[in-house]
């Protein structure tokens, strides 16, 4: 059963937000509370929360004292929690995780039997009107009224174990066949430039004329710009050492429905869109934040990614020159 309470809503929080730890989560999220002077301070002092009692608290081990939980339940502190959450949690979110750390909390609202459908459907409306900082501040002081100590029976502890030794196994089988295949080695790349190079050159070249205020600029151009010749030189490397990464991928999973390097390069492309889309004073500036962004990702739904130590910084930028190639984003938008 999935129950809503400070340790399965403070789980989801950390998971969208960027090197958040047990401790620094709870203390963000707690700090409307334990922070406030007036309410609790002035009764209870300071209150430091450390990284063991954190992790008892969102691993279900302990339940939040109750001296936390009365304050929470005032409302002095729920008057002002979306204002709180506007300038404490939501900027602390990683954007291109906060409509899965929505999405998660939606569905754990909804699968929980113990909250009463019409509470459901009040928590969830601050979603559907687009109030997020008053969706996550109600639902947090909700959950921190909950039973927080998870008890599981021990038929479930004993299918749990099951499982993750069948997980190790299926893990170590998959580990034994990539070790078959030696690391991907960019390929040597052709002085002339090839036609299945051009989409996303040509988007390179508008980039760089679109800083220069030019109408357009050809390869033949660059030899007129030492800054751009390098950066162009390297970009095509960027671009050869995913297209190697793909032809060995493709190799290993031929037989299969889904092709991992495809998976690898969709969730890629949901990391780097909205930054993409973004407004920008032109084309190598956009170019150049959606490069740094996408060396940041925390990608792991390909197995390419989980078994293997092959997706690099090259390889995460070449697949945006491959995502510019397939025409899903764009370097000077027209």
Request: glycine share 2%; with cysteine.
């Amino acid at each position: 059963m999935n129950i809503l309470n400070f340790g399965t809503y403070t789980r989801i929080i950390k998971n969208g937000m960027n090197k958040a730890t047990n401790e620094s989560v709870s203390q963000d999220l707690l700090g409307i509370i334990i922070n406030n002077e007036n309410l609790f301070q002035a009764k209870h002092g300071i209150y430091h929360i450390d990284s063991s009692q954190a992790s008892k608290w969102i691993n279900g081990k302990e339940n939040i004292p109750n001296k936390i939980r009365v304050i929470a339940d005032k409302f002095e502190i729920e008057n002002i929690s979306a204002e709180y959450f506007n300038k404490k949690i939501l900027f602390k979110l990683n954007e291109s995780k906060q409509e899965d750390t929505y999405s998660a909390l939606l569905k754990l609202i909804n699968s929980d039997t113990t909250i009463s459908e019409e509470k459901k459907n009040i928590l969830i409306s601050f979603y559907n009107n687009d109030n997020y900082c008053e969706f996550l501040a109600k639902t947090f002081l909700y959950a921190i009224q909950k039973h927080n100590i998870i008890k599981v029976k021990n038929k479930t502890v004993d299918k749990v174990h099951t499982t993750i030794a069948n997980l190790k196994n299926t893990t170590n089988k998959l580990k034994e066949i990539y070790q078959q295949y030696p690391t991907p080695k960019t390929e040597t790349i052709p002085p002339k430039i090839q036609n299945h190079e051009e989409t996303y050159i040509t988007e390179i070249l508008k980039a760089y004329a679109d800083a220069e205020n030019l109408e357009e600029l050809s390869p033949e151009d660059l030899n007129n710009y030492k800054r751009y010749k390098r950066s162009f030189e390297k970009e095509r490397t960027y671009y050869y050492a995913a297209q190697s990464l793909e032809k060995l991928s493709r190799d290993i999973f031929s037989d299969d429905e889904i092709y991992e390097f495809d998976v690898l390069k969709e969730e890629t492309l949901d990391g780097v869109i909205r930054i993409a889309e973004k407004d920008y004073p032109n084309g190598l500036i956009r170019l150049n934040t959606v490069m740094e962004h996408v060396t940041t990702l925390s990608l792991n739904k390909s197995q390419l990614v989980r078994f293997t130590t092959w997706i690099g910084v090259k390889e995460r930028m070449g697949i945006c020159h491959m995502l510019v190639k397939d025409g899903q984003i764009s370097w000077v938008y027209d």
